[in-house]
C-alpha cells in the first residue's frame, strides 16, 4: 500500500510540475513585476524536495531543471539548471530528512537560498563572464525583482504540498 501512495504522490507532483510550468511559459498570463517574471518552478521544486527522500528530491529537482532548461530564453545553456537544480534539491531533501524540520520557516529559507544562488549564477555566467556592458544593471533592474517575485508565492505552494503530501501518507492508514 505505501509504493500505491508514493507513486500517486509522485504523480501528483509531476502533474503540478507540469501545470506550473505551463502557467509560467504563458505568455501574458502572470503579469510581470517591474518587468521581471517570477520563475516558479524553483520554489515548486525546494517545496517538495522538503517533504520527500533526498533521491526523490533529486529527481523532482531534475525534472524541474529540464523544463527550465527548455523553457527559458536568452540563450540559456541547456543543462545549466538541470544540474543546479538536481545538487541543490538532493541537498535540501538531504538536509530535510536528516537535519531540519519541513515546517515553513524550512522552505522558506531553502527556497532563498537556491532562488539566490540560480539567479545569482544566471547572472554572473550570462552577464558578468560574457561581458554584458552594464551587468550591475541587469543585477538590479531584472534579477533582484524576479528573486522576489519568485519568493512571493513559496507560502501558498508551501502549504499546497503540505496538505498534499500529509493527506496521501495518511489517508491509507
Not at 527548455?70 to 545549466?80: P, V
Not at 520557516?105 to 556592458?133: H, K, M, N, P, R
Not at 517575485?149 to 501518507?169: E, Q, S
Given at each position: ?15 503540478e510540475i507540469i501545470v506550473i510550468y505551463l502557467l509560467n511559459e504563458t505568455p ?146
Amino acid at each position: 500500500m505505501t509504493d500505491k501512495k508514493k507513486l500517486l504522490r509522485y504523480f501528483a507532483y509531476t502533474i503540478e510540475i507540469i501545470v506550473i510550468y505551463l502557467l509560467n511559459e504563458t505568455p501574458g498570463l502572470i503579469p510581470p513585476f517591474f518587468g521581471a517574471r517570477p520563475v516558479l518552478l524553483l520554489p515548486v521544486a525546494v517545496s517538495i524536495a522538503v517533504f520527500e527522500s533526498e533521491t526523490a528530491a533529486m529527481g523532482f529537482g531534475l525534472f524541474c531543471g529540464v523544463l527550465l532548461d527548455f523553457g527559458m530564453s536568452g540563450g540559456a545553456a541547456l543543462g545549466f539548471h538541470t544540474l543546479l537544480l538536481s545538487v541543490l534539491c538532493f541537498c535540501a531533501g538531504l538536509m530535510a530528512v536528516h537535519l531540519l524540520r519541513a515546517n515553513l520557516l524550512t522552505d522558506l529559507l531553502l527556497s532563498t537560498a537556491v532562488v539566490g544562488l540560480i539567479l545569482l549564477l544566471q547572472w554572473l555566467f550570462y552577464y558578468v563572464f560574457s561581458g554584458y556592458e552594464y551587468p550591475g544593471f541587469a543585477l538590479v533592474s531584472h534579477f533582484l525583482p524576479r528573486f522576489v517575485y519568485t519568493l512571493l508565492p513559496v507560502p501558498l505552494i508551501y502549504a499546497f504540498n503540505r496538505a498534499f503530501a500529509l493527506n496521501i501518507r495518511e489517508s491509507a492508514g
